[in-house]
């Protein structure tokens, strides 16, 4: 049995008149540049999180990069960040001359360690930026605890973390990146809220923040044609807004499979001692957009999934003060011993809504066969 990491083919399939309707829509009436789907896309965002604005760029990069510029990460101030993370969530710190300070994660969730952070807060420091990874947000209570204790922005990298909610069951629950000064969704076509093509967002509670981004999408322009500083070209696309508006109708839905699906792996997972689960922690609403496992022998496993026609996904192999990229920061292999572990033990199993109890059930049985033998 072949079984795809990830596919949007069975979803289209199933939505395929809707999809279609929708594309057809943008194209007939040739609004491709923020046309009324982008403006009813980001009011159903900001309905969906409970952000006051909701401005749509061309990726999450982008929305990472915009909103660094805005809040000063740059020109030598620090930001303190966790060095396990898809590359963007540092080089948009960089871009503009900032400088990514870096802390080990937590063993259990993967999330920068809240308890390593004061230590690294100077006179220089300026930020945190954190990422809210693969199933879970990063502590936002400490976060912005010493956010406002030390005047620090901070910048939420929820790009994977579309539809968790911090104190989740509660019914005064901020959604991912409503807390801090900014955050970040990416509408990349995995992700949990994915679309056909690249796609970005920008969100905010700040009236001054989103009145900036909005201007700087456009280069700059508080009205057409009038630059008030050089900003950048970093709008949603109206036919990707119209592919996320239809997504967006199914989303709690989809969230509900996924967990499903990873409760499946749990279970079935949960009696091979050589597989390690990651946990939960905090009071949240968590959502599997990946499910990792810690792995022994991790590459072999690889290697027998392969084999097997099972696709696989290793996030992050090599933690970025250990990138080529960021050699001149200074960082050595030993500096985070958490991160530098894990990236050698984490592999990611297919999850999406539409994966069959029988292929996760097969996806079980050849891990564990692979440590059987
Ligand atoms: C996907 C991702 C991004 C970048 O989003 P794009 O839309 O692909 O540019 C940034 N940060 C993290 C943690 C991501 O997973």
């Not at 809707?18 to 159903?44: T, Y």
């Not at 220089?124 to 912005?144: C, E, R, S, W, Y």
């Not at 967002?201 to 981004?213: F, S, Y």
């Amino acid at each position: 049995m072949k079984v795809d990491f990830y596919t949007s083919q069975r979803e289209y399939n199933e939505k395929r008149v809707q999809f279609d309707n929708a594309i057809q829509a943008v194209v007939q009436k040739g609004n491709f540049i923020l046309g009324e789907p982008v403006v009813e896309f980001e009011k159903a965002i900001q309905e969906y999180t409970g952000a006051k604005y909701a401005i749509g760029v061309a990726s999450g990069t982008d929305a990472l990069i915009l909103a660094s510029d805005i809040l000063g990460f740059k020109n030598g101030k620090e930001v303190i960040t966790s060095p396990f993370t898809f590359l963007a969530s540092a080089s948009c710190i960089i871009r503009h001359q900032g400088k990514p300070v870096f802390v080990d994660i937590d063993e259990d969730t993967f999330s920068i360690d809240v308890n390593k952070i004061e230590e690294r807060v100077n006179e220089n420091t300026v930020g945190i930026l954190p990422i809210h990874l693969f199933n879970q947000m990063a502590d936002m209570d400490k976060i912005m605890d010493i956010a406002n204790r030390h005047d620090l922005r901070v910048l939420e990298d929820a790009a994977e973390a579309f539809g968790m909610r911090w104190k989740g069951n509660e019914s005064d629950y901020r959604h991912s990146g409503c807390i801090g000064d900014f955050g970040v969704y990416s509408f990349f076509p995995t992700k949990t809220l994915g679309g056909y093509g690249d796609g970005g967002m920008i969100v905010t509670n700040n009236d001054e923040l989103a009145r900036l981004a909005k201007s700087y999408r456009v280069h700059g322009a508080a009205k057409k044609y009038h630059y008030d500083f050089i900003g950048y070209n970093s709008r949603l696309d109206t036919l990707q807004a119209a592919v996320l508006s239809v997504k967006l109708k199914y989303i709690d839905e989809a969230i509900k499979k996924r967990e499903e699906v990873a409760k499946l792996y749990i279970e079935r997972l949960s009696e091979c001692e050589e597989i390690k689960i990651p946990k939960i922690k905090g009071d949240q609403k968590h959502v599997y957009y990946v499910f990792n496992v810690l792995a022994q022998n991790r590459d072999g496993l690889a290697e027998h999934l392969k084999k097997n026609e099972i696709g696989y996904s290793i996030y992050y192999p090599r933690p970025l003060h250990m990138q080529k990229a960021f050699e001149y920061l200074g960082y050595k292999e030993g500096d985070f011993p958490v991160a530098e572990k894990v990236s050698k033990e984490i592999i990611a199993l297919p999850i999406y809504p539409e994966i069959t109890k029988e292929e996760v059930e097969f996806v079980c049985e050849t891990i564990k066969n692979f440590y059987r033998k």
